[in-house]
């Protein structure tokens, strides 16, 4: 069966694998939960549909694409505190379709100058702990979001940052209603952070307890934090009364953070690395972040046919897992801060050295796996993106990390601050070792395809480590699988656990396998297939990540956007 995907103008077969489902929709298109949205001037996905209509009303004014991604990311930090804020970190890709050019920028943040390796190992063993920990004072690192929106504005911005944080105020200050998925996660959140230091409470519950779905949410601390930013700008925040007051705070407190941190931060403009597959570039930054992850994949699997093994055959599967297996062994042992640590970037993601790591699949689940010799080869978090009119594209991503981070709140400042810092590794051999004013290894990944030069899909799938592997996922459903970009998402999704991550020793390698986890519509004749080749293979609830993507139509001249069923979000254009 021959279908278009839009704006690729190729013809792709769609493999019919077995234990296929049948054809639920009268379109043909199986795998998806609904049509694509399609329109002519401007697109926004995220993952909460109120910021969606801001994203769009900000371009309707005259805005662009970055302004609207700031607008949208401002509104998400206080409609899903489950899953980013200023509090956190920020990471983006930007068509500019001025300069016909990709931008990437990591603006992520760094630990504090005052907590030396020895304070930082001393508060651990007070703790009874070898790692940190997840929630209270010294997974905190300084937040880049805000830094990360006025670099963005700077560059590329259109309208005034009053303008385009009203909506967010405005939301703030009257309230909005809490969507089906934020409350779920929200109320799980409570009874964990609620001791942390600060004012959780009083700032994220009403009595005491998460906003339930559909219940009115506002939150005038954070109204007033984006009325001195709309005002007094970047520096308002870094170097202003919020600075100052997070100081005093901390102080009391037994934090870190220091004026000082906040002084002295700032965001880079790096150069997005890719790779090619098939005829389409998949791009990604550079570490401190994970994404060149879901580039060593693509450089591994593309020595293999994964459109004759079939979409979520026993044999499709199998290579995707081993091919994760390999480079995230990679990526526990070379991905850290760029500032600290020499790393073989581009013997990593280079043809040869994927070439070779291939050879290391059999046709057995590998139980032992190690990290390879790059070296030789060298020469919980929301993702959004937005479009307009001009052609200006966005991939943006934000997090606090876990959920809703330390759970560390300052009085009246209406945030609570990411713990990316429990990704430090505590081995001095290590390259993620934790280190003063260092970056600590960062989730958090933004996606991009291009073909032929041109911009084609800016996409994302959110969530830990699940997304270099949803990045794959995904660009394989399309390219192998000929899948529209609804579908490609809503795509029965696996994920592969148990890896070595960067915070274990330098030692630590892969021993038993690890785990598959996939999702009922992966069909049991894949699984059985799977167990037999060695795989541990169980069903997983969540944890697949969430999709969001826009792709430029250039056959047609228009946007088209998609928004995966796991989440609460929408795809719209106008």
Known sequence: MKRLLLGLGVGFSLALSSGAHSYDRITGERFASRSEVIAQQAMAATSQPLATQIALQIMQQGGNAIDAAIAANAALGLMEPTGNGIGGDLYAIVWDAKSQKLHGLNASGRSPLSLSYDMLAHELQKLGRTDLPPHGMLPISVPGAVDGWFELHKKFGRLPMADILQPAISYA??????????????????????????????????????????????????????????????????????????????????????????????????????????????????????????????????????????????????????????????????????????????????????????????????????????????????????????????????????????????????????????????????????????????????????????????????????????????????VDYGMNLQEAGDAARWQHLGSTEPTDGSDMYLQNGGYIEVERGVPYDTVRELMKKGHDVRYGLGGYGGYQAIMRDHANGVWVGASESRKDGQAAGY
Do not use: C
């Open 173 to 478: 200050d009257n309230g909005f209603p809490v969507s089906e998925l934020i409350a779920y996660y929200w109320d799980r959140s409570v009874p964990v952070l609620s001791p942390q230091p600060g004012d959780f409470v009083g700032t994220f519950t009403l009595n005491g307890k998460a906003p339930a779905k559909g219940q009115l949410f506002k939150n005038p601390a954070l109204a007033n934090t984006y009325k001195a930013l709309a005002k007094g700008g970047r520096d308002a925040f870094y170097k202003g009364e919020i600075a100052v007051a997070i100081d005093r705070f901390m102080r009391a407190n037994g934090g870190y953070l220091r004026f000082a941190d906040f002084a002295n931060h700032r965001s880079d403009w790096v150069e997005p690395l890719g790779v090619d597959y098939k005829g389409y570039t998949l791009w990604e930054l550079p570490p401190n972040g994970q994404g060149i992850a879901a580039l060593q994949m693509l450089q591994i699997l593309k020595n293999f046919d994964l459109k004759a093994a079939g979409f979520n055959s026993a044999e499709s599967l199998h290579l995707m897992v081993e091919a994760k297996k390999l480079a995230f062994e990679d990526r526990a042992k070379f991905y850290a801060d760029s500032d600290f640590a020499k790393q073989p970037i581009a013997g990593l993601i280079s043809e040869a050295y994927g070439r070779e790591r291939a050879k290391l699949i059999g046709d057995k689940a590998a139980k032992r796996v190690d990290a390879g010799n790059p070296h030789l080869y060298e020469g919980d978090t929301i993702y959004m993106t937005t479009a307009d009119k001009d052609g200006n594209m966005v991939s943006l991503i934000q997090s606090n990390y876990r959920g809703m981070g330390s759970g560390v709140v300052v009085p009246g400042l209406g945030f609570v601050f990411q713990d990316r810092g429990q990704l430090f590794s505590m081995d001095k051999k290590h390259a993620n070792v934790y280190a003063p004013g260092k970056r600590p290894f960062n989730t958090i990944i933004p996606a991009f395809i291009t073909k032929d030069g041109k911009p084609l899909i800016s996409y994302g799938v959110m969530g830990g480590a699940m997304q270099p592997q949803g990045h794959v996922q995904v660009l394989v459903n399309m």
